[in-house]
């Protein structure tokens, strides 16, 4: 699994951990900031400290995504958000290369708002893996949990994001809402008319992500042949 510097992957990764199988951790750094890479290499230090099934692999990517920047259309590099998800599928290729190699599985480090509330996730990038640990717990249930498990301190300090842009930018800076906000939209099933300005606005924002990306959280649409049809091809 990768290790991005943030709760979710330092959380999954600590899990993996306490099950006693090998566990491979990958920092894969793509122009990343400081304090993401620091992060992800404390968090990758203290567990391989703590335990003897895991060990770790840094494959840095950045000269690689340098070399896609410069095929691509000029149009693809001045669409930030492509080039963003394309940082995620880079990673996703890494990732299974090494579990193949490996024999292991693929972990993903998505949590419950981000993969069934608002799609925060790429597709075919960090939403491509093979199983999901902690994707039915809330933010809010993995940063406590985190805490319990002994998850460093810097880790649970800073600022969730997903590690692909630049300007080291948040989740809540681009989703425009925290995520206990989001948790309070994900369960809400009421009026309106007695909510606030801002949870108006916040249940909004949720509605409209998750409508937008439904095409991420349910299977691939199937062109279904009658069987009338199919018989004719015989």
């Known amino acids: 699994m990768g290790i991005s510097g943030g709760v979710d992957s330092a959380l999954t990764a ?43 692999i840094q494959l840095p990517l950045t000269t690689v995504f340098d070399e896609f920047t410069k095929v691509v259309p000029e149009s693809v590099q001045q ?16 990732l299974y290369a090494v579990a193949q190699a490996n024999g292991c599985l693929v972990v993903g480090t998505g949590n419950k708002i981000e993969d069934f509330g608002i799609g925060f996730f790429t ?36 600022k969730p994001t997903d590690g692909l842009w630049e300007d080291g930018r948040s989740d809540e800076d681009q989703i425009g809402a925290s995520y206990p906000e989001l948790e309070w939209a994900m369960e809400y099933d009421g009026e309106t008319t ?4 801002r949870q108006v606005e916040v249940l ?31």
């Open 14 to 56: 600590s899990l993996c951990a306490k099950t006693g199988h090998k566990v491979l951790l990958l920092n894969l750094p793509i122009r990343q900031t400081h304090s993401e890479f620091s992060r992800a290499c404390l968090q990758i230090a203290d567990l391989e400290e703590k335990y003897m099934n895991v060990s770790s």
């Open 79 to 94: 669409d930030f958000l492509a080039m963003a998800n394309s940082r995620s599928r880079l990673r996703m290729t890494a």
């Open 123 to 158: 597709k075919y990038g960090d939403g491509g893996v093979d199983i999901s640990p902690i994707a039915d717990l809330t933010k809010t249930e993995v940063f406590k949990l985190a805490k319990e498990i002994g998850v460093i301190q810097e880790i649970l300090n800073a």
């Open 194 to 197: 007695n909510l606030s300005v």
């Open 204 to 234: 909004g924002i949720y509605k409209k992500l998750n409508a937008l990306n439904q095409h991420k959280m349910k299977p691939i649409p199937v062109c279904n042949i009658p069987v009338s049809m199919k018989s004719e091809l015989k």
